[in-house]
C-alpha cells in the first residue's frame, strides 16, 4: 500500500456529469502543477448499476487512471444512498418511509446533480431490508474489488456527513429491528411495558415506534435505536469493505454536529469517529456565519471525537455561495463571496486545531442545480482563480518536507474541558416537541464561546473521557443518567473541579423528575438543597446574578439554594443564593443556579463574558496563551520530541500587531524559526513574544525552550 501524502490536500472532483468529460484530461494536469495530491470522488450506485447487474464504470475508470499518470491519490466516497431507479422501483417495500406510512421518492441530489437521493444522507432504500442489503451490498463488492488494487488508490470514504433524516425508519423491517432491539434491552414483554407505562401489551407486534416525539421513555428508547442502527449500517459497510481490502484504511466525515443534531439526525461525532483510521468534517464557512468561534468550534469538535486518530478537513470552502437558504440576506463579506485571504484563514484555523489534511467540496463548481457555481476554488470553465492560487500556495508550503515535524506536532490539550452528556441534548429534543433542541446547543456553544472570546482554550469532553481533564464546565445539565452522574462525583472526588450550570441531572433516567434536587445525591456533591426553581424560559431572558462583583446574566431556567456544606458565593437580584461552592474529596465544585453559556450566547453581555473569564480564575486556570490586544488567536502544539509551536491567527481585515504571553508552565521560550509569516512578524523577550500578523493570515514559529 503506498502512503498517504504528507498532508493530503485536493478536493471532491467528481460527481457524475460535473464536471465536463473533455475537462477531465485537463484539470488533472492543472490539479497536479498547483500542488494537488488527493481527489475524493463519489461513487454513485444510482450512476453506477443502470440494470440489475450492469455496472458502468468507464466514467470512474478514467478518473482513476487520470490520478495514476498525474501522481494524484484518490479516495473511494462510496455512495449506496444514491440508489439506482429500478431498484425504488422493483423493491417497494425496501423504500423508507415515514411515520405516517408514505415512502420516500427517488429524487435529485443536490450535491450531485443526478438522481436516486431519497431524504437527506438517508438515501432512499432502508438496509433494514434483506433484499436492499444484499444489493447495497453486491454493488460495494462490485466497487472494492475493481479499484483496491490500482495505483492510484488511496481509501474508502464511508457515509458522508455520517447523519440520518429524523424522519425515517418505519417501515416493516424497521419495525421489527425495533422490537428485537427492545427485547434484548428488557428481556421481556412485560418488563418493556412498565418501562413504557404501557401496562397492558399482549404481544411484541402491539409494540409500535412513537410518531409523535415527546420526553417520554418510549421516544427516547426509540431515538437510541435509531442511532444504533444507523450505524450498525455503517459497520456493515466497513466490515464488507475491508473484509475485501484489508490494505486501504477506511475514512469517514461527520458534520460537526455533536451539539446540534447527534439527538435528532445521529451526528455522534466520537460514535462515528471510533469506527474509521481517519475521520474528518464539513464546515463551510458562509453557511455558518463568520464568526471566529464558529470554525474553532468544530476543528476542536473533531478533534476531540478523533481521540488522537488523524483528521481531515474534509470539505473546506474555496468558492462562493450564493443562493442557498443558510445565507440569503448575509452580507457578501460573510464568506459569501469567498476572498483568497478567507481560503488562507480558513485553513490555517483547520490546521492549527490540528486538521492534517484538506479537501474542498469542489475542484470546479457545479454547472447544474442549486448549488451551481459553489465551493470550488477554481472557475466554472476549470481556469484557475486568485483563490486557486493561494489553494496551490498552500498545498505545497504544507507539503513540503521543512513542515514534517510542524503537521506531526498536535494542539496542546485544552485549559479546561466542556462536558459533553448526550442524553442531555435527546431530553431537550424531546422537551421541545418542535423538532430542536436550542436551549441544549445555545447554551453548550455560548459556553465555548465565553471561553474562546476570552482566549481560554476549551476542549470538548465527552463523559466517557473526563479523566483526562483536571477542570470542567457542564452546560445545561438538566437530565443525566444515573450512572453519569456517579461518574462525574467520583471524578471530583478524585481531585476534579466542576463547574456546573443549574438544575444538574433535574431529570434523571427515562426522563423522569428527581423528588430531591440536585438529583441523584449531586447535592452532597455540590453542598446544596434546591429551595426553588422556575422553568419558564419565554419570560427569563432577563434574569441576572452577582459573582465577585459581576453582574451575569442568566436565563431558560432558574433554581435557588440552601447551603448545604457548601458556602454561597452570589445572588440573584431578589436575594435568593444563585451560587455554591463546596468541596468534596479532592476535588471542588462551583453550581450556578442558570445558564450563563445560553445568555452569553444570546447577549454577548460584557459582565456574562468577565464571568467565563472569573470562574477560570476560581478553577486556577492560567492559560497556555494570552493576546495582549485582545483580537488575535494564539494555539500551541507539541511535537512527541517536546518542540513547542506557536500559531497565532488574525482574524480581521487589519494588520494587528501584539503581543503573546505564554504560560509559565512552559518555561522560557524564544522563536527558533518561522514557518508561515515573515521573519521580522516574530521577536521575543522572555516569555512574552511580539507578533505582527496580516490581515486574515497567520504567524507560525517554532519556539525553543531554554534550559
Given at each position: 500500500?503506498?502512503?498517504?501524502?504528507?498532508?493530503?490536500?485536493?478536493?471532491?472532483?467528481?460527481?457524475?456529469?460535473?464536471?465536463?468529460?473533455?475537462?477531465?484530461?485537463?484539470?488533472?494536469?492543472?490539479?497536479?502543477?498547483?500542488?494537488?495530491?488527493?481527489?475524493?470522488?463519489?461513487?454513485?450506485?444510482?450512476?453506477?448499476?443502470?440494470?440489475?447487474?450492469?455496472?458502468?464504470?468507464?466514467?470512474?475508470?478514467?478518473?482513476?487512471?487520470?490520478?495514476?499518470?498525474q501522481?494524484?491519490?484518490?479516495?473511494?466516497?462510496?455512495?449506496?444512498?444514491?440508489?439506482?431507479?429500478?431498484?425504488?422501483?422493483?423493491?417497494?417495500?425496501?423504500?423508507?418511509?415515514?411515520?405516517?406510512?408514505?415512502?420516500?421518492?427517488?429524487?435529485?441530489?443536490?450535491?450531485?446533480?443526478?438522481?436516486?437521493?431519497?431524504?437527506?444522507?438517508?438515501?432512499?432504500?432502508?438496509?433494514?431490508?434483506?433484499?436492499?442489503?444484499?444489493?447495497?451490498?453486491?454493488?460495494?463488492?462490485?466497487?472494492?474489488?475493481?479499484?483496491?488494487?490500482?495505483?492510484?488508490?488511496?481509501?474508502?470514504?464511508?457515509?458522508?456527513?455520517?447523519?440520518?433524516?429524523?424522519?425515517?425508519c418505519?417501515?416493516?423491517?424497521?419495525?421489527?429491528?425495533?422490537?428485537?432491539?427492545?427485547q434484548?434491552?428488557?428481556?421481556?414483554?412485560?418488563?418493556?411495558?412498565?418501562?413504557?407505562?404501557?401496562?397492558?401489551?399482549?404481544?411484541?407486534?402491539?409494540?409500535?415506534?412513537?410518531?409523535?416525539?415527546?420526553?417520554?421513555?418510549?421516544?427516547?428508547?426509540?431515538?437510541?435505536?435509531?442511532?444504533?442502527?444507523?450505524?450498525?449500517?455503517?459497520?456493515?459497510?466497513?466490515?464488507?469493505?475491508?473484509?475485501?481490502?484489508?490494505?486501504?484504511?477506511?475514512?469517514?466525515?461527520?458534520?460537526?454536529?455533536?451539539?446540534?443534531?447527534?439527538?435528532?439526525?445521529?451526528?455522534?461525532?466520537?460514535?462515528?469517529?471510533?469506527k474509521?483510521?481517519?475521520?474528518?468534517?464539513?464546515?463551510?464557512?458562509?453557511r455558518?456565519?463568520?464568526?471566529?468561534?464558529?470554525?474553532?468550534?468544530?476543528?476542536?469538535?473533531t478533534?476531540?471525537?478523533?481521540g488522537?486518530?488523524?483528521?481531515?478537513?474534509?470539505?473546506?470552502?474555496?468558492?462562493?455561495?450564493?443562493?442557498?437558504?443558510?445565507?440569503?440576506?448575509?452580507?457578501?463579506?460573510?464568506?459569501?463571496?469567498?476572498?483568497?485571504?478567507?481560503?488562507?484563514?480558513?485553513?490555517?484555523?483547520?490546521?492549527?486545531?490540528?486538521?492534517?489534511?484538506?479537501?474542498?467540496?469542489?475542484?470546479?463548481?457545479?454547472?447544474?442545480?442549486?448549488?451551481?457555481g459553489?465551493?470550488?476554488?477554481?472557475?466554472?470553465?476549470?481556469?484557475?482563480?486568485?483563490?486557486?492560487?493561494?489553494?496551490?500556495?498552500?498545498?505545497?508550503?504544507?507539503?513540503?518536507?521543512?513542515?514534517?515535524?510542524?503537521?506531526?506536532?498536535?494542539?496542546?490539550?485544552?485549559?479546561?474541558?466542556?462536558?459533553?452528556?448526550?442524553?442531555?441534548?435527546?431530553?431537550?429534543?424531546?422537551?421541545?416537541?418542535?423538532?430542536?433542541?436550542?436551549?441544549?446547543?445555545?447554551?453548550?456553544?455560548?459556553?465555548?464561546?465565553?471561553?474562546?472570546?476570552?482566549?481560554?482554550?476549551?476542549?470538548?469532553?465527552?463523559?466517557?473521557?473526563?479523566?483526562?481533564?483536571?477542570?470542567?464546565?457542564?452546560?445545561?445539565?438538566?437530565?443525566?443518567?444515573?450512572?453519569?452522574?456517579?461518574?462525574?462525583?467520583?471524578?471530583?472526588?478524585?481531585?476534579?473541579?466542576?463547574?456546573?450550570?443549574?438544575?444538574?441531572?433535574?431529570?434523571?433516567?427515562?426522563g423522569?423528575?428527581?423528588?430531591?434536587?440536585?438529583?441523584?445525591?449531586?447535592?452532597?456533591?455540590?453542598?446544596?438543597?434546591?429551595?426553588?426553581?422556575?422553568?419558564?424560559?419565554?419570560?427569563?431572558?432577563?434574569?441576572?446574578?452577582?459573582?465577585?462583583?459581576?453582574?451575569?446574566?442568566?436565563?431558560?431556567?432558574?433554581?435557588?439554594?440552601?447551603?448545604?456544606?457548601?458556602?454561597?458565593?452570589?445572588?440573584?437580584?431578589?436575594?435568593?443564593?444563585?451560587?455554591?461552592?463546596?468541596?468534596?474529596?479532592?476535588?471542588?465544585?462551583?453550581?450556578?443556579?442558570?445558564?450563563?453559556?445560553?445568555?452569553?450566547?444570546?447577549?454577548?453581555?460584557?459582565?456574562?463574558l468577565e464571568?467565563?473569564?472569573?470562574?477560570?480564575?476560581?478553577?486556577g486556570?492560567?492559560?497556555h496563551a494570552?493576546?495582549?490586544?485582545?483580537?488575535?488567536?494564539?494555539?500551541?502544539?507539541?511535537?512527541?520530541?517536546?518542540?513547542?509551536?506557536?500559531?497565532?491567527?488574525?482574524?480581521?481585515?487589519?494588520?494587528?500587531?501584539?503581543?503573546?504571553?505564554?504560560?509559565?508552565a512552559?518555561?522560557?521560550?524564544?522563536?527558533?524559526?518561522?514557518?508561515?509569516?515573515?521573519?521580522?512578524?516574530?521577536?521575543?523577550?522572555?516569555?512574552?513574544?511580539?507578533?505582527?500578523?496580516?490581515?486574515?493570515?497567520?504567524?507560525?514559529?517554532?519556539?525553543?525552550?531554554?534550559?
Open positions: 500500500m503506498n502512503a498517504l501524502p504528507q498532508l493530503p490536500y485536493g478536493a471532491v472532483y467528481f460527481r457524475k456529469s460535473n464536471p465536463p468529460c473533455e475537462d477531465w484530461e485537463r484539470d488533472y494536469e492543472a490539479a497536479r502543477e498547483d500542488g494537488m495530491n488527493l481527489f475524493r470522488h463519489w461513487f454513485m450506485w444510482g450512476a453506477i448499476e443502470t440494470a440489475p447487474g450492469v455496472f458502468d464504470w468507464a466514467d470512474y475508470d478514467r478518473q482513476m487512471d487520470l490520478a495514476a499518470q501522481g494524484i491519490k484518490t479516495i473511494i466516497a462510496e455512495m449506496i444512498t444514491s440508489v439506482p431507479e429500478w431498484a425504488v422501483d422493483t423493491y417497494p417495500s425496501a423504500v423508507h418511509t415515514r411515520a405516517d406510512g408514505t415512502r420516500l421518492k427517488s429524487r435529485m441530489g443536490v450535491s450531485s446533480a443526478t438522481g436516486g437521493f431519497g431524504d437527506g444522507s438517508s438515501g432512499a432504500l432502508c438496509l433494514d431490508c434483506p433484499e436492499a442489503r444484499q444489493l447495497a451490498g453486491r454493488f460495494l463488492k462490485e466497487l472494492v474489488l475493481r479499484y483496491k488494487d490500482h495505483p492510484a488508490m488511496a481509501g474508502y470514504d464511508v457515509w458522508n456527513e455520517c447523519n440520518y433524516s429524523p424522519h425515517v418505519y417501515c416493516e423491517h424497521t419495525k421489527n429491528k425495533f422490537r428485537s432491539w427492545l434484548n434491552k428488557y428481556g421481556s414483554l412485560r418488563e418493556l411495558g412498565s418501562a413504557w407505562h404501557r401496562y397492558s401489551y399482549t404481544g411484541w407486534d402491539q409494540v409500535q415506534p412513537p410518531e409523535q416525539l415527546e420526553p417520554y421513555p418510549e421516544c427516547m428508547d426509540w431515538l437510541d435505536f435509531k442511532k444504533d442502527n444507523f450505524y450498525n449500517h455503517m459497520q456493515w459497510r466497513i466490515d464488507l469493505i475491508r473484509s475485501l481490502d484489508p490494505d486501504h484504511p477506511i475514512t469517514a466525515h461527520g458534520i460537526a454536529g455533536s451539539m446540534n443534531a447527534m439527538a435528532s439526525m445521529g451526528a455522534d461525532d466520537w460514535l462515528a469517529a471510533s474509521v483510521e481517519v475521520y474528518g468534517f464539513t464546515w463551510v464557512a458562509s455558518k456565519g463568520s464568526e471566529p468561534w464558529k470554525q474553532w468550534h468544530a476543528v476542536d469538535l478533534r476531540a471525537a478523533s488522537g486518530k488523524p483528521f481531515w478537513h474534509a470539505e473546506a470552502q474555496g468558492g462562493p455561495l450564493w443562493l442557498q437558504p443558510q445565507v440569503t440576506g448575509r452580507p457578501r463579506e460573510d464568506g459569501r463571496v469567498t476572498e483568497p485571504e478567507d481560503i488562507r484563514l480558513w485553513q490555517m484555523t483547520s490546521f492549527a486545531g490540528g486538521a492534517r489534511g484538506l479537501l474542498f467540496p469542489r475542484w470546479r463548481p457545479l454547472l447544474d442545480g442549486p448549488l451551481f459553489a465551493f470550488g476554488p477554481y472557475a466554472m470553465d476549470g481556469s484557475r482563480t486568485e483563490r486557486s492560487r493561494m489553494a496551490g500556495t498552500i498545498a505545497k508550503w504544507a507539503n513540503a518536507s521543512a513542515q514534517k515535524e510542524l503537521l506531526e506536532a498536535a494542539p496542546v490539550q485544552g485549559d479546561i474541558g466542556i462536558l459533553v452528556t448526550p442524553e442531555t441534548q435527546t431530553f431537550d429534543y424531546l422537551l421541545s416537541r418542535e423538532g430542536k433542541c436550542e436551549l441544549y446547543s445555545h447554551s453548550m456553544w455560548g459556553a465555548y464561546q465565553g471561553f474562546f472570546d476570552n482566549h481560554i482554550q476549551a476542549d470538548w469532553v465527552h463523559i466517557d473521557q473526563i479523566d483526562k481533564f483536571k477542570v470542567l464546565y457542564w452546560p445545561y445539565p438538566i437530565m443525566t443518567l444515573h450512572t453519569h452522574a456517579e461518574v462525574i462525583k467520583r471524578w471530583v472526588e478524585q481531585g476534579g473541579i466542576l463547574i456546573s450550570e443549574g438544575c444538574p441531572a433535574y431529570f434523571g433516567d427515562r423522569r423528575v428527581g423528588t430531591r434536587q440536585p438529583n441523584y445525591s449531586l447535592g452532597e456533591l455540590f453542598g446544596a438543597m434546591e429551595n426553588g426553581v422556575e422553568f419558564m424560559p419565554d419570560i427569563l431572558g432577563d434574569v441576572t446574578f452577582g459573582f465577585n462583583g459581576l453582574t451575569v446574566r442568566g436565563g431558560v431556567y432558574v433554581q435557588s439554594y440552601a447551603a448545604g456544606g457548601g458556602v454561597a458565593l452570589g445572588t440573584y437580584s431578589d436575594g435568593r443564593t444563585a451560587v455554591i461552592e463546596h468541596t468534596c474529596g479532592k476535588g471542588r465544585t462551583l453550581l450556578v443556579g442558570t445558564f450563563p453559556g445560553e445568555a452569553y450566547y444570546r447577549t454577548h453581555d460584557a459582565g456574562t464571568f467565563f473569564s472569573e470562574v477560570a480564575r476560581w478553577a486556570i492560567q492559560p494570552r493576546d495582549s490586544n485582545g483580537t488575535l488567536t494564539v494555539r500551541l502544539s507539541e511535537h512527541h520530541n517536546g518542540s513547542l509551536y506557536l500559531w497565532v491567527l488574525n482574524h480581521g481585515r487589519e494588520e494587528v500587531v501584539s503581543e503573546v504571553a505564554l504560560s509559565p512552559w518555561g522560557e521560550c524564544r522563536p527558533s524559526g518561522i514557518h508561515w509569516g515573515h521573519h521580522e512578524a516574530l521577536s521575543a523577550s522572555a516569555n512574552v513574544l511580539q507578533v505582527r500578523v496580516p490581515a486574515k493570515d497567520a504567524v507560525i514559529a517554532r519556539l525553543t525552550r531554554q534550559t
